[in-house]
């Protein structure tokens, strides 16, 4: 907090140490990019510093809004959100094999993202307001099994596990940190351990292809291993403190993926080849 007659108490207040270390990390971001892209602010650049600008304005309205504000607002806002994950699996712009987003022309949205924010919320809200006696109860357990499950499967529809498996991780760590008994967790986490293969057989192709080529990534090395290997002669040939600013062989030299479906079976492919 800076303190001064001179700054007006709305600025004062806010955490400005914070915001100098995001903006820190946020601008080497955008200078890395500017260099990824060979000296130019497109694509990358300009649409990254976009999109930070535009998510800092929001932080430091949230950093304005008081707790009961917050209170108030945790419901709504997940439903909120989960009401454009439905738009998105009604009209969402389909991308790179996926739908994941609502198009607004000027920018695409990916609701999923907000949905990591509001599932905080809105088990927070939901453990605030039940009572403490009933934290050790199933009446703890299955609304909040419902408030993540519901988005959760709206997002592996779209199809993103990743982002599913994160959203499904926040709210366990929230219904742990409010005080729902360990045995919750570690029955669950058995039979999902015990129950491994079978779920490895249910995924998507693409989504076994990606622990394959985590586990082996020389095993398609111009396919699904494509990014892996590309990283790892980008490190090696860099060394310790790399090629330079503007001088990335890699991404000069054309041999970043740009992801483009096709009938191919291969995940990627560069300039569209």
Avoid: C
Avoid at 117 to 133: D, K, N, Q, S, W
Wanted: net charge positive; proline share 7%.
């Amino acid at each position: 907090m800076i303190s001064s007659a001179i700054i007006p108490q709305p600025l004062a207040r806010l955490p400005w140490r914070l915001i100098f270390l995001i903006a820190g990390i946020s601008g080497i971001g955008i200078i890395t990019l500017y260099s990824a892209a060979g000296g130019s602010a497109q694509p990358w650049a300009t649409k990254q510093a976009i999109v930070i600008l535009f998510f800092l304005a929001i932080a430091i309205t949230m950093s304005w809004s008081s707790e009961a504000t917050i209170k108030k607002v945790a419901f709504p806002l997940y439903g909120a959100v989960l009401v454009m994950l439905v738009v998105v699996e009604a009209v969402g712009f389909v991308g790179k094999g996926a739908q994941r987003w609502i198009d607004l022309g000027i920018i695409r949205l990916q609701p999923s993202e907000f949905m990591k924010l509001g599932i905080v919320l809105v088990l927070a809200r939901f453990y605030e307001l039940l009572p403490a006696g009933d934290i050790r109860k199933w009446r703890a357990i299955w609304p909040a099994a419902a408030l993540i499950g519901v988005p959760v499967g709206l997002i592996i529809l779209q199809p993103d596990l990743g982002t599913a498996l994160m959203i499904s991780f926040i709210g366990v760590t929230v219904m742990f940190i409010a005080g729902v008994p360990m045995r919750v967790f570690l029955i669950p986490g058995a039979a999902l351990a015990v129950a491994i293969p079978v779920v490895y057989q249910l995924l998507h192709g693409y989504q076994r292809k990606r622990i394959d080529i985590f586990l082996d990534p020389e095993s398609d090395p111009l396919g699904a291993g494509y990014h892996i290997t590309q990283s790892k002669i980008a490190i090696g040939s860099g060394g310790i403190f790399g090629k330079g600013y503007l001088n990335g062989s890699q991404s000069h030299l054309d041999y970043l993926p740009k992801v483009i479906p096709t009938s191919s079976t291969r995940p990627w492919s560069r300039n569209g080849a």
